[in-house]
């Protein structure tokens, strides 16, 4: 493949001929995936292969009084129908608790419930049959008798002393709770020219990856070996799970990752049904396959976002924000979830709230509570809408206030480019942001001026359009505390292993797993820069716990950022075992020698000396002519670790553009802009649909997507026919552009863009509308903002 043309960029070029690096290098694999050639869980097949499916419970909170498998036992092909209390003899129970979070609580759970299920979709008895279809027909012979108990639904009520307790032993339905109080707030607030308030609403909803969780899990007696194939974001991390809770070593358990058709956090977790799909298999002594369908994912994927918020901010007459304090209500479910924890989330909203900002004096509370829904964890973004959306609907109305125009506030109250690093009001530590030029790059990209005479005239013609902003930070690249520090074994490290093969190709292995994102094009871009080869002259494996160096996988923005690194110190460090082996072959000082495009070349006058195919073939087959006591190293490991900071940030500014229709409360999303600084960017057409697709996952958020349930803890709207998601048609364009600013925590100088466009999407769009509306003196804060929420906040509908 010929290089792209290079695209002119600020910074220091990584290496002497950094050809691919930046570039809008098509990504290796889409050949593969495009001709229907991937390896997704469900492709796999093996012999004696069984599959399992769940009898899970039908309503939000039951005794289960008995289970009677007996007829579908005698069921065609039924291999097994076991319950809770036989499962409990084959998996060991889990608490899901981080200790950092002080004070947490929950109860221990089971793969199958055991006396009570505690949500609709909590899975209570497996039948495993020869195929999928027998496994289903079966089901419908299963005899479970239940006891319905009371349910706790609302979050609002489940602390009152009239609610249920849905764990006795724990006391009361509060999982964590967390108070922050800097500075002098009330003071501040004493003072403050404005105050402006609201309650902020979210709603709560889930992941729909195109691929649905899904596993095989093979065990081999013979050598008591435990491979499970997962769609799944942390191999390493399930690796430690499986042989934990089933006392196995963990040499003896292997998970492999291969093509994973989306995630967006929906697979970075241990849900109950991993864990009995494995038992199966060990007491099958077979292999057997659980994949879920469309459905059953609705209320058995984690959810994520349900909160309710009251937030207020002051400020002066100058403008300047001087003081934030909110109070955050979150559900989480019957259960944390294992083992990162359901409290994470609201966790993250108390760090974020007010982050972009320089005031110093800042106040909240969180409260976790425990609800008979399904269990909600870490979703794309994990708290930075919700932080967002609160502390730039809280900007806007402050703004409104003192008659300032929106865009002006935020560049009187960012962090100063010049001003890093420095801490948040929150205590986060900030390395190196760029909000004063992000907010001078979008002010031109949507040329502003122009947009609100745009704006102004069509008021006068009754057409209501609105702009709105959102200034983001996004935590990435986690130190490696982030979740050591509370006792839960997932690596905050990565590594690589990068090998010259005997023909000249590189073969790169690596824990951070391929997921949809493009992973394996920028890993292909670091390794043939670093390295000197060709981008057709590299090979990426992941995601398999016996090839790859141990590692974290993919989550919080840190696949570039880690992985990435990783890949850089062991690709050149492989480089220069490379001349070191030519500079013995052609008897010459490496130091006069380079590695240049499949070449080793004579680093002064260019001259090419060796192809690397010839230095593959003497260094593996002729060693025999190397000086005595000379081994060529070909194959060289490195590992990294983000230390500096306990996360990287990266920050960035949205703007959005609608219009609403009055008459029946739809938005039309006209133009949506970004301006993003990940730091180095390594592929930049990879970040843009990176940020495109986060942006249209945020946008889903809050305009269509909710799971709504009833009184009683029943999900409403459980299928594809009646959840809404974000469709093509109904998407904005979305325009992107960047600024870099490096991180100094790695020689890479990668952040991440994952989540970014998630995180500040919601924010933007909310105060798009409430400016179209602004002229009709509504405002709507509940996600999503649906057309009966608008209708009712203009008065035209009740309730």
Not at 10 to 35: C, F, H, K, M, N
Not at 61 to 69: E, F, K, M, Q, T
Not at 91 to 117: D, I
């Amino acid at each position: 493949m010929n290089a792209p043309e290079k695209i002119p960029t600020g910074l220091s070029p990584l290496t002497d001929d950094p050809r691919y690096i930046g570039q809008s290098v098509p990504r290796s694999g889409a050949r593969r995936l495009t001709e229907g050639r991937g390896a997704y869980v469900d492709d796999l097949r093996f012999g004696r292969m069984a599959h399992v499916v769940f009898w899970r419970s039908p309503v939000a909170h039951a005794r289960i009084l008995s289970v009677d498998g007996s007829y579908a036992r005698m069921m065609p092909g039924v291999l097994a129908v076991v319950d809770g209390k036989q499962m409990a003899t084959l998996c060991k129970p889990w608490v899901a608790t981080l200790g950092h979070l002080a004070g947490m609580k929950s109860a221990p759970q089971y793969p199958l419930a055991v006396e009570r299920a505690c949500w609709q979709g909590e899975p209570v008895v497996a039948v495993v049959a020869e195929t999928r279809s027998q496994a289903e027909d079966a089901l419908q012979y299963l005899q479970v008798e239940w006891e319905e108990l009371p349910a706790v639904v609302q979050m609002e009520s489940a602390l009152d002393a009239a609610t249920p307790v849905i764990h006795p032993e724990l006391g009361d339905n509060l999982c964590f709770t967390r108070s922050l109080d800097v500075g002098n707030v009330d003071q501040a607030f004493a003072d403050a020219d404005v105050v402006a308030e609201a309650v902020f609403h979210f709603g709560r909803h889930t992941g729909v990856p195109l691929e649905p969780r899904s596993q095989v899990a093979d065990w081999n007696p013979g050598d008591r070996r435990l491979t499970v194939y997962h769609s799944q974001q942390a191999p390493h991390m399930m690796q430690d799970l499986y042989a934990r809770q089933f006392d196995l070593p963990e040499s003896s358990v292997r998970v492999i990752c291969k093509d994973v058709g989306g995630s967006f956090g929906i697979k970075v977790h241990a849900y109950p049904d991993d864990f009995a799909t494995v038992a199966m298999a060990i007491l099958l002594k077979r292999p057997v396959k659980f994949v879920a369908d469309r459905l059953e994912s609705f209320t058995s994927d984690i959810h994520a976002r349900e909160h309710r918020v009251r937030a207020r901010i002051a400020a002066n007459r100058g403008g300047m924000i001087t003081a934030f304090e909110i109070d955050d209500l979150t559900g989480i479910g019957p259960y944390s979830m294992f083992p990162r924890t359901s409290a994470i989330e609201g966790n993250q909203v108390v760090n974020l709230v007010g982050g972009p900002y320089r005031h110093q004096n800042y106040r909240a509370h969180l409260d976790v509570v425990f609800q008979n829904k399904t269990p909600t964890c870490q979703y794309r973004g994990v708290g930075h809408p919700i932080a967002c959306a609160v502390t730039e609907g809280l900007v806007d109305l402050a703004a409104k206030k003192l008659g300032m125009d929106p865009l002006e506030i935020r560049k009187r109250n960012v962090i100063p480019d010049d001003a890093y690093p420095c801490n948040g009001a929150s205590g986060i530590r900030l390395e190196v942001l760029s909000h004063e030029e992000c907010l001078r790059k979008i002010e031109l990209l949507i040329d502003y001026p122009a947009l609100r005479a745009e704006q102004a005239a069509l008021r006068e013609r009754g057409i209501y359009r609105g702009i709105g902003f959102a200034t983001v930070i996004e935590l990435t690249n986690p130190g490696s505390a982030f979740y050591g520090v509370g006792g839960a074994r997932i690596s905050a490290q990565d590594g690589a292993t990068v090998r010259l093969e005997p023909t000249g190709t590189v073969t790169v292995m690596v824990g951070v797993g391929e997921q949809g994102q493009g992973t394996e094009g920028v890993f292909t871009q670091i390794a043939a820069d670093a390295v000197g080869v060709s981008v057709d002259r590299v090979r990426i494996i992941t995601g398999d716990t016996d090839v790859t160096p141990y590692g974290g996988g993919t989550w919080a923005s840190r696949g570039a950022g880690i992985g990435g690194e990783a890949i850089l110190q062991a690709s050149m460090a492989l480089r220069e075992n490379i001349l070191a082996a030519a500079g013995q072959i052609l008897q010459r000082d490496p130091g006069d020698l380079a590695v240049r495009r499949d070449e080793i070349i004579d680093s002064h006058t260019m001259e090419s000396l060796m192809p690397l195919h010839e230095l593959g073939r003497i260094a593996y087959f002729r060693p025999d002519t190397l000086p005595p006591g000379f081994a060529a190293e070909l194959m060289v490991t490195r590992h990294y670790a983000q230390r500096d900071f306990p996360f990287i940030f990266t920050n960035g500014v949205q703007a959005s553009y609608v219009e609403i229709d009055t008459d029946t409360g739809f938005v039309k999303l006209l133009k949506h802009w970004v301006v993003e600084d990940c730091g180095r960017i390594l592929n930049p057409m990879l970040v843009d649909e990176q940020m495109r697709g986060a942006i249209v996952q945020g946008i889903g958020g809050a305009l269509y997507e909710e799971c709504l349930y009833d009184a009683g803890g029943q999900m409403q709207n459980g299928s594809m026919a009646d959840y809404l998601v974000p469709m093509s048609g109904e998407m904005p364009d979305i325009i992107v552009a960047h600024v870099e600013t490096p991180t100094a925590s790695s020689t890479l100088g990668a952040k991440g863009a994952g989540e970014a466009g998630t995180a500040g999407a919601p924010a933007a769009l909310m105060n798009a509308i409430n400016d179209a509306l602004a002229p009709l003196d509504a405002a709507v804060f509940s996600q999503p903002f649906t057309p009966e929420k608008i209708l009712r906040a203009l008065g035209k509908v009740s309730g």
